[in-house]
């Protein structure tokens, strides 16, 4: 009736997975698999669509309409944590997502910009502590001249030698940052690239 997935070129043919009272159809892309699949859900009294994790299954994916209940759960999801802190790094420990820096309107600075995945306040913690503007947007420090950005982070006093080190290594990560004038900052799902022109929420 119908023939699950081959994976790996095993031999060995998986057609449906069991979670708790949960159950996954694995099944062959061909229409007389899925048309089976469908009159056995119908044993069950299944209706197509369904939901499942968010998604309508059964519809199509390539559709605005599959993709809006994912959205509406962002935003929602989104929405408090907007109140409550201006960095768009607060939301990323609750929704899986990354910034995506393009003119540096709205990401902050010492928050979003990242190594690895610690913010820049924390590595290099003793330039933070230097500084004296330890609040703003990534705009709010640098400017254009003519097509090329320059950055401009006030210090309260010159860096000494034994500092000289990490201020080579925090200047270095941020002309490694392209800032791009006519591009939002947003954040993005962190899915394979030909996902994320879906996923991407423009704040």
Not at 45 to 57: E, H, M, Q, R, T
Not at 77 to 82: C, N, Q
Not at 168 to 181: D, K, Q
Request: net charge neutral; with cysteine.
């Amino acid at each position: 009736m119908i023939k699950g997935e081959d994976f790996n070129g095993s031999g060995i043919h998986i057609s449906h997975l069991q979670f708790a009272d949960d159950t996954i159809l694995l099944i062959q892309p061909k229409i007389e698999f899925v048309l089976n699949a469908k009159r056995i859900l119908w044993c069950f009294d299944v209706k197509l669509p369904f939901s499942y994790l968010g998604f309508p299954i059964g519809s199509k994916p390539y559709s605005k309409a599959f993709w809006n209940p994912v959205v509406d759960q962002i935003e929602a999801r989104l929405a408090p944590w907007k109140r409550r802190d201006n960095s768009m790094s607060a939301t990323l420990l609750h929704v899986g997502m990354r910034v995506i820096i393009g003119n540096g309107v709205k990401a902050d600075f010492w928050r979003d910009i990242k190594i690895d995945t610690v913010a820049l306040k924390e590595s290099f913690s003793r330039i933070f502590a230097l500084v004296s503007k330890k609040e703003g947007v990534i705009s709010d420090f640098g400017l254009w001249e003519g097509s090329s950005w320059v950055w401009r982070v006030p210090l309260r006093r010159r860096v000494f030698g034994w500092e000289d080190g990490q201020w080579n290594s925090f200047l270095t990560v941020l002309h490694s940052i392209n800032i791009r004038e006519w591009i939002d900052d947003i954040l993005a799902w962190s899915f394979n690239s030909e996902w994320d022109v879906l996923s991407q929420i423009v704040l």
